[in-house]
């Protein structure tokens, strides 16, 4: 590993889904590295290859992965949980396959999981080939906005960040919406409109009906997910499950979990009738409440899951071999030694020291 970067994710086992951790686990699925060894049976890689590893573990021939879908490859799916493709690093749910934050990571299905770069001092550039670039693609294209229209960003952490800045290099109208002021500042000082909602003194539906109309805008993307501020009670249900023992809390979890959802009502209320909601932010409740009678009656379409890697490699690589219009280099905040990783975890998820996007070097 040359460098491996946390995501947002990795809070969610940080905090909320804890109980399906145990001690010794690896996290860790935004890796890059050279290959050191190979395997027998691999015949697409070799020794000294630069390669960035998705975060999904996918074979690349079944069904699943021939339709596009990697992250629900049937040669690695986690039927013990009811999930999709093993992921790195990202606790029972998906595997319990050694992450990516480590000196070493040992990729299984080899041929498949990896994208090979090109040789050069930069890591960063290709780094976030691994989750953050192909997620926040999908997120906009998911979003099916419309040529030449709108589309609402919630939430202006690594993911919302890159998919306002896909979305507005794609040429749509964005609005960015957060609360904190650098995460504000980063996504303004690139000239996209945003709405700060620690100084709202209306709805932000009202606000965002204002600037369009009336109508709301063509898309929303919810990049937030089951850990949103505005939802206190949830929030303290969430946070009395990490008090129980990990039995408990799992078997809680499997079957009354509930997300915070104020993203998610956010997201019906701004986007207009007829629009599209695109999920990137990463749910995992089984009995959240939907209005469903509010999604019917404005004909929004909903589409979600887990970033496909692979099948969005080819239109992401241009953008970082010819220039860097999306801000790559710079999009990191924060590069710490492998050995700083519980006061980056701590870092990111206080939201404290400016931190957006942190990128562990292991090598230091």
Request: glycine share 12%; charged share 20%; net charge negative.
């Amino acid at each position: 590993m040359t460098s491996s970067a946390i995501c947002g994710s990795d809070l969610h086992l940080y905090e909320v889904l804890g109980a399906y951790m145990s001690e010794g686990d690896v996290l860790g699925h935004e890796p890059m590295g050279v290959v050191e060894e190979i395997g027998s049976a691999v015949t697409e890689l070799a020794v000294g290859d630069r390669i960035v590893v998705p975060f999904q573990i996918s074979c690349g021939t079944c069904f699943m992965c021939s339709t596009g879908l990697p992250t629900q490859c049937e040669t690695t799916q986690v039927r013990e949980y009811g999930c999709g493709a093993a992921l790195f690093g990202y606790s029972k749910l998906y595997g319990q396959v050694p992450g990516g934050q480590a000196e070493y990571l040992r990729v299984p299905h080899a041929d498949f999981t990896h994208i090979k770069v090109p040789h050069g001092p930069d890591d960063t550039r290709f780094l976030y080939l691994s989750d953050v670039l192909p997620t926040a693609w999908q997120a906009v294209e998911y979003a099916a906005v419309p040529e030449g229209g709108s589309v609402t960003v919630l939430g202006l952490g690594p993911i919302g960040d890159m998919a306002c800045r896909i979305a507005a290099h794609r040429g749509y109208r964005v609005i960015g919406v957060d609360l904190l002021p650098e995460r504000l500042g980063r996504v303004a000082g690139r000239g996209i409109e945003c709405v700060d909602l620690a100084a709202a003194d209306q709805p932000i539906g009202d606000i965002i009906r204002e600037r369009t109309a009336g109508r709301g805008t063509d898309a929303v993307i919810d990049a937030v997910g089951m850990e949103a501020h505005g939802s206190p009670v949830t929030a303290l249900a969430q946070r009395s499950a990490t008090l129980l023992p990990d039995m408990v809390a799992r078997k809680m979890m499997d079957t009354v979990g509930i997300d915070r959802m104020a993203a998610l009502y956010s997201a019906i209320d701004i986007v207009r009738r007829g629009g599209t909601i695109s999920l990137i932010g990463v749910y995992g409740g089984m009995v959240d409440p939907i209005p469903m009678r509010i999604l019917f009656d404005k004909q929004i379409q909903l589409r979600m899951g887990q970033a496909n890697v692979k099948p969005w490699v080819h239109d992401l690589l241009p953008l970082l071999v010819d220039g860097d219009p999306l801000g790559v280099e710079t999009f990191a905040t924060h590069r710490l030694p492998l050995g700083e990783a519980p006061h980056a975890y701590r870092m990111f998820q206080e939201k404290s020291e400016g931190a957006v996007k942190i990128v562990l070097d292991p090598a230091a």
